[in-house]
């Protein structure tokens, strides 16, 4: 009876973990195919916002390129639709990438054309499509007129979009929108709100079967198995629908839906190995590094900036250091991306900051320091990222005026984001630095549309100097585009006399720093530097100045950081 009994539980334990086992194949199949269709859902609607974004966006940004091009036109002396005037006009649209025409308007009818030249007669117009009291662009104020039809100048079938102010009018390229349109199945429809009279006018892309209410909602539409997402944004008269067509139920390729059954089947096999693997999770070094920021680990040092010209102290850059409980160091350049890429790099940032003012409130409280933090572009697009660095210095009584924030030139890929966020940094009274610069020579192009005070040259230029290598050529250029811009220049990486002097003779009012000036120290180092050169003058980029020509501690012979 007792071999029975535990033959019968024997088999029941059996039966027990094959029922466990098809159960947690049954759910984990089931839980991944509703999580890989949820995710396929979510990723399909963001991918529809983000598109719509990137078109009212294209045409925000087209809207103050015509704006630009009406502004230099109407700037232009001398007698209009002249053959000087002309000639300024079709100088015009061939530097823009955008512009099909341009030309003059009188009282109503077509004067002249960069296309046509002068018309003789003057050619009536037709009403305008849209007027508008709220401009794309701040070049040009006033009402804006604009077509989205045939124009006179154009050949025929040729659809063009129109903007004219103050008598004179660009035609957008449509063909080069079209060349920016996304792959099947994604569609966009770029519409004209005409808010004054309450309708929706096609500008480019097919008919959308949306009301005016539902395309101004911004709310994802799901119409004739069609999702269609609209946008709109106040203050222009850009709006833009994406659609896409839905997906039948198991319209997804059999073999992803074998394969996601799979997977959902192991999962209850991986569940006995869930405890390794959230041990492996622990020892890997992002778990290691939120651990480290949790438990305090991340540690400040400063490295002095100092005026070319007299080599005086006139700020600091913080840098975060990470040595783990072993003794280990962390190279910045391997936990930040590493935190950029997981998304947190964002507390790494609040913590400096304030490390930064527990470590010299009272300096930076007097004006008699200033230092600058790095920030990400993921500081720059958190909302609550300037709030909470107004906060901070507030309670310590520090003035914005004493922190300088640091931006990776890599960061400002995206100039919209960019613009935006540092123009707010910029009214709130912070100092503003390209970080890095160089490392992305492309943005040069864009570099004067950024609210920043100044460029930080990478180390990779500086080293340069002296050795006849081609990427010293691009110094003197680098330098000219600063003075220009009225930018202050930070070179980086000075290690050697020979680069010190040369910066110095090219830049009479350059900063610098590097190991020939000081190795990154620690608060206390900096304070007993700073104790024991007291200033003798203000400065007025930073606001506090300090010979450091002689320090004792200086070694020039250890190797770069």
């Not at 979009?161 to 449509?174: D, K, L, R, T, Y």
């Not at 790099?345 to 790095?374: C, Y």
């Not at 990478?458 to 290598?469: Q, V, Y």
């Not at 050529?473 to 020979?498: F, H, K, N, W, Y």
Request: proline letters at 5%.
């Amino acid at each position: 009876m007792m071999n029975l009994s535990r033959l019968g539980y024997t088999k029941l334990r059996v039966a027990y973990r094959v029922g466990l086992l098809i159960a947690c194949a049954a759910f984990g199949g089931i839980l991944t195919y509703r999580l890989g269709d949820a995710v396929d859902d979510r990723i399909e609607k963001a991918n529809l916002m983000s598109y719509a974004i990137r078109v009212v966006d294209r045409g925000q940004q087209l809207g103050k390129e015509a704006g630009w091009s009406i502004h230099e036109i109407l700037q232009n002396g001398g007698v209009p639709c002249s053959d000087p005037d002309l000639v300024f006009i079709r100088g015009i649209v061939l530097a823009s990438e955008h512009l099909r025409d341009a030309g003059r308007m009188r009282d109503g009818k077509l004067e002249c054309s960069a296309v046509l030249g002068r018309l003789q007669p003057l050619l009536t117009l037709p009403k305008p499509d849209v007027s508008s009291d709220h401009p794309q662009s701040d070049s040009v104020s006033g009402q804006w007129n604009t077509w989205n039809s045939n124009w006179p100048s154009m050949p025929a079938g040729v659809h063009s979009h129109i903007i004219e102010a103050h008598g004179v009018w660009v035609a957008i390229n449509e063909q080069t929108l079209k060349g920016q349109e996304e792959p099947s199945p994604a569609r966009a429809t770029e519409l004209l709100y005409d808010r004054k009279n309450q309708r929706m006018l096609p500008s480019l892309g097919p008919d959308v079967p949306l009301s005016l209410g539902e395309v101004v909602s911004g709310k994802l539409i799901e119409r004739q198995s069609v999702l269609y997402q609209p946008l709109c944004r106040p203050n222009t008269i850009v709006c833009a629908v994406v659609s896409e067509p839905l997906k039948p139920l198991f319209a997804t390729n059999w073999m992803i839906l074998w394969s996601r059954a799979t997977l959902g089947g192991l999962l209850g096999i991986l569940l006995a190995c869930l405890a390794i693997l959230l041990d492996f999770k622990r020892q890997s070094l992002e778990a290691q590094l939120r651990k480290a920021l949790f438990n305090g680990e991340l540690a400040l040092v400063y490295q002095p900036i100092v005026d070319l010209t007299t080599e005086r102290i006139v700020g600091a850059e913080a840098l975060v250091r990470w040595t783990k409980p072993n003794g280990d160091s962390v190279s910045p350049e391997v936990f930040i991306p590493l935190a950029e890429e997981k998304r947190f790099v964002g507390q790494i940032t609040r913590i400096v900051l304030q490390r930064v003012v527990e470590e010299f409130r009272d300096m930076l409280a007097t004006g008699k320091l200033h230092v600058t933090i790095n920030v990400t572009v993921q500081d720059l697009t958190d909302p609550q990222f300037l709030p909470h660095l107004n906060r901070c210095l507030h309670s310590a009584n520090i003035k914005p005026s004493a922190i300088g924030l640091e931006l990776t030139e890599r960061s400002t890929a995206e100039p919209i984001i960019a613009t935006n966020a540092l123009l707010e940094l910029k009214q709130a009274g912070y100092s503003l630095y390209i970080d890095d610069f160089g490392t992305g020579y492309s943005s040069l192009g864009y570099l004067h549309q950024l609210s920043v005070d100044g460029i930080k040259v990478d180390r990779m230029f500086t080293k340069t100097i002296g050795t006849g290598s081609v990427t010293a050529s691009i110094i003197p250029q680098i330098i000219d585009m600063a003075q220009q811009l009225s930018l202050q220049m930070v070179i980086e990486g000075i290690e050697t006399r020979q680069q010190a002097e040369y910066f110095r003779a090219a830049l009479p009012h350059g900063l610098g720093q590097g190991w020939l000036y000081s190795k990154p120290i620690s608060s206390v180092e900096l304070r007993r530097l700073l104790q024991k050169y007291p200033s003798s003058s203000l400065s007025a980029t930073y606001g506090f100045s300090t010979q450091v020509r002689d320090r004792g501690f200086l070694n020039n012979t250890e190797e770069s950081q």
